[in-house]
């Protein structure tokens, strides 16, 4: 009975020491599990700082608008590429574009038909584009109408230390939506500015194209 009693109570005591850990801990806890899986060095893993902010159903912590934004990214930088060889294309057709010369010269004419050929397929292409850009564009409004800014889990600012494989001493920041209770990373992205991708460059892009969807600006 007294041994019963002792396992019971280690039991208990070790419920409470879990029930009572901390969001940043839990936190912690499994981004810990997580770098186990991913960094060739763990032994060098070592937190710098955590910070925990609400993740709610909006625009903001809508992982599945992530996927959305950076193909408008991408779009809208085509779009800027395109417009760029329609003017650089009509700027050469415009100079070949004289009856004097490409009547009576091949080499004037062919420039003439390439210049035209090139604003042909920048058209085109803008085209099918800026259709596409309009049709994300509708998509925001219709999401922003269904988001309600319900709390449903936790965004997770979390800078470390480690080494890399040839064991260079490195500063990483990541940032994790995790859910309620801090057991399950749902997503994760750079934290580091200069990324290509950042949280803080994703926070730009959205309000951005959101800026763009309510104005109905087209560039």
Avoid at 30 to 43: A, G, H, Q, Y
Avoid at 144 to 161: Q, V
Wanted: a positive charge; aromatic letters at 14%.
């Amino acid at each position: 009975m007294k041994r019963l009693i002792s396992y019971c109570f280690i039991a208990i005591t070790a419920y409470s020491i879990c029930g009572c850990q901390s969001r940043e801990e839990k936190a912690l806890a499994t981004i810990r599990e997580s770098m186990n899986k991913t960094l060739d060095d763990f032994n060098s893993y070592e937190p710098v700082e955590t910070k925990i902010d609400s993740l709610k159903y909006d625009r903001y912590g809508d992982t599945l608008l992530v996927n959305v934004i950076l193909r408008m990214k991408l779009t809208e930088d085509m779009i800027v590429s395109f417009e760029k060889d329609y003017k650089k294309a009509k700027e050469l057709f415009d100079i070949w574009d004289d009856p004097r010369m490409y009547n009576y010269s091949n080499f004037a004419y062919n420039k003439r038909k390439k210049a035209y050929d090139d604003m042909q397929i920048a058209a085109i292409g803008l085209g099918a584009l800026e259709k596409a850009q309009q049709e994300y564009l509708d998509t925001l409004l219709i999401l922003d109408k269904k988001y309600t800014g319900e709390l449903y889990g936790w965004r997770i600012s979390h800078k470390y230390r480690y080494k890399t494989k040839d064991g260079t001493p490195s500063l990483n920041h990541l940032i994790y939506y995790m859910d309620k209770k801090c057991e399950k990373i749902l997503f994760k992205m750079s934290g580091n500015d200069e990324d290509d991708f950042s949280w803080q460059k994703y926070v730009n892009y959205l309000d951005h194209f959101y800026s763009k969807a309510k104005t109905g600006t087209k560039k």
